[in-house]
């Protein structure tokens, strides 16, 4: 028996790494502000120096190559397409070129260009506050916050059913595969093959969810004594609020600066 | 002593036409283990949904009849609180997992949140269930990415943890092999010696004969049979209906047909090796 793992939740389990360790609700505050100086600074190079600041806090966190796995793969397909929409149908007195029934102006390329880095960078604090967060410890923190248990099993749950909604697809393709149904080959094959499995998958996700209900509540789920905690979150210390303090104070330094 | 009492007790689920329970009168009484056997869609885990407060909480339908537990009606019992008295260990391994815990030692604690109990004794409650049930070399495993006879254990050992007086499981050993099936009985049996009432459906009837004070033989929702194991298991009539009896009745029953019976119905395979063994005494003592 691994007595040392289980002790570890006697105290706060912490990683060792500054960035890692802050209360989840501090690295909530730090994306949510890196994001609006993204909105409210209405230009490009500024929501781009901010899509790299996002590597470096990766880094700073030990989760690059998570975060840049995850990051580089929506930023290109999220910032390529809003980049495309916008150059293509934003209209404007400097054309550059036409083709078929578009005439790609510089005004539609610049909108395209502030927009799409708008957005991935918008993004992108998205994927770094899940990649740096453990889903547990933010509803935990919620739930000290005074916010129900259940909104934060609610959450928590529905993130997993995604990934058991993606398994049991796989399981029934698979199944159909076994049975002789061609499940591969070309977009068309594919979508014909996966049209069917979708009423199987819809209602054994009801299902599962009528039984997952009884799990729950055979877990005294909606006990009425007030629930405790296995995992605990370590006590914000002073250096995490004066540094989540002079975060917020940048922001409304920025805001002052750029609108007064 | 009385701990569930069933008195003339009738169930339609919601838009099915036929009873799933019928007639029903039965009291369990507490720190008696009852093993329930019958075929399929005999009523077995209609009467666990019912014994555990499912019914008439959870799955709506018609109830007639009192169900009494420790004296109160079902319906007047709050559904949360039954949750703190009554533990439920069900079927299906894939559901019984929360899903939202990282790890098994988590997983089995969450009833323990849920019941507000204190750190120290919660980490003390999951280390003894971990011992007994033999899964320490999974507590640092991700719930969700366990086979299924692991899960059923993680789902046994999350509701032994929560210490429920009264326990109902349906069919806990549908994906265990032999030696973790034999396991899990030895657990039910201790948890029995700690006075808790047990209510298991189990289909390996070898074991119920062994292990249970009382077996209820279910069929087309009502209860058919009931008695000691003893009771049950020597009644010829069983075979006949097709219901399964322990490999050692069945022995019985089959030498009895021959006109040369045992000295009683054996209804364990202790019961008929001993029953062989002085047979074959008699046997070499004659020449």
């Known amino acids: 028996m691994d007595y040392e793992f289980i002790y570890s939740f006697k105290k706060p389990q912490l990683t060792g790494n500054w960035f890692l360790d802050l209360n989840p609700l501090t690295k909530l505050n730090i994306v949510i502000v890196i994001a609006i100086i993204s909105i409210l600074s209405l230009s490009w190079q500024v929501s781009a120096s901010i899509i790299a600041f996002y590597f470096l806090l990766a880094a700073l966190a030990g989760c690059l190559k998570r975060f ?41 390329i610049d909108k395209g260009i502030w927009f799409s880095t708008l957005v991935v960078s918008i993004c ?57 149904i061609e499940t ?26 009528e039984e997952k209900a009884i799990a729950m509540e055979a877990r005294a789920f ?11 979150l370590r006590k914000v210390p002073l250096w995490e609020k004066l540094f989540v303090l002079l975060v917020n104070i940048s922001l409304i330094l920025f805001i002052i600066w750029r609108f007064i | ?92 391994p894939f559901t019984q997992i929360s899903g939202v815990k990282d790890t098994v030692l988590e997983e089995i604690a ?87 009432t047990i209510l298991l459906v189990e289909h390996k009837v070898d074991l119920i004969a062994e292990y249970s004070d009382e077996v209820l033989v279910m069929e087309n929702g009502h209860i058919a049979y009931s008695g000691t194991p003893s009771d049950v298991f020597s009644n010829i009539e069983l075979i006949d209906r097709g219901v ?8 019985s029953h089959d030498l009895q047909r021959q006109n040369k019976p045992f000295d009683f119905i054996t209804i364990t395979n202790e019961q008929a090796k001993q029953q062989i063994m002085k047979r074959m005494s008699c046997v070499n003592g004659s020449y």
Not at chain 1, 77 to 106: C, E, K, N, V, Y
Request: charged share 20%; aromatic share 8%; glycine share 8%.
């Open chain 1, 68 to 108: 840049s796995k995850m990051y580089i793969k929506l930023g290109l397909l999220i910032g390529s397409l809003l980049f495309i929409m916008r150059a293509m149908f934003i209209p404007g007195d400097h054309p550059l070129f036409t083709f078929w029934l578009f005439t790609i102006t510089q005004e539609g």
């Open chain 1, 222 to 232: 909606s006990a009425p004594e007030k629930n405790t905690h296995l995992s605990e």
């Open chain 2, 110 to 196: 969450l009833g323990l949140e849920n019941l507000g109990i204190d750190k120290e004794e919660m980490i003390e409650r999951v280390i003894n269930v971990v011992k007994l049930l033999k899964i320490e070399d999974l507590i640092k495993k991700n719930p969700n990415n366990l086979s299924g006879g692991q899960r059923q254990r993680v789902a046994f050992a999350s509701i032994i943890a929560m210490d429920n007086d009264i326990l109902v499981i349906d069919e806990p050993t549908s994906q265990l092999d032999p030696e973790s099936t034999a396991d899990i009985f030895e657990i039910i049996n201790m948890l029995k010696s700690q006075g808790k």
């Open chain 1, 184 to 209: 591969e080959g070309n977009l068309l094959q594919r979508i014909k093959a996966f049209i069917p499995v979708m009423g199987p998958l819809v209602l054994g996700a009801i299902t599962s969810t």
């Open chain 1, 124 to 180: 992108g604090a998205i994927v770094l506050f899940s990649t740096i967060t453990r889903a547990k410890d933010f509803m935990y923190a919620l739930e000290n916050l005074g916010a129900p248990h259940s909104t934060s099993y609610i959450i928590l749950a529905s993130f997993q059913s995604i990934i058991d909604l993606g398994d049991r697809a796989k399981l029934i393709m698979d199944s159909q595969k076994a049975r002789g």
């Open chain 2, 1 to 92: 002593m009385k701990g569930i009492e069933l008195k003339n007790v009738s169930y339609q689920y919601p838009l099915s036409e036929a009873f799933a329970l019928k007639n029903i009168h039965y009291t369990f009484e507490k720190g008696k283990f009852y093993g329930i056997i019958g075929p399929n869609s005999a009523g077995k885990t209609t009467l666990c949904n019912l014994v555990r407060g499912l019914i008439p909480h959870f799955y709506e339908g018609e109830l007639s009849g009192d169900v009494l537990i420790e004296g109160k009606d079902v319906r007047e019992w709050d559904g949360s609180l039954l949750s703190t008295k009554i533990g439920y260990i069900f079927q299906n």
């Open chain 2, 244 to 251: 399964a009896i322990p490999q050692a009745a069945l022995l």
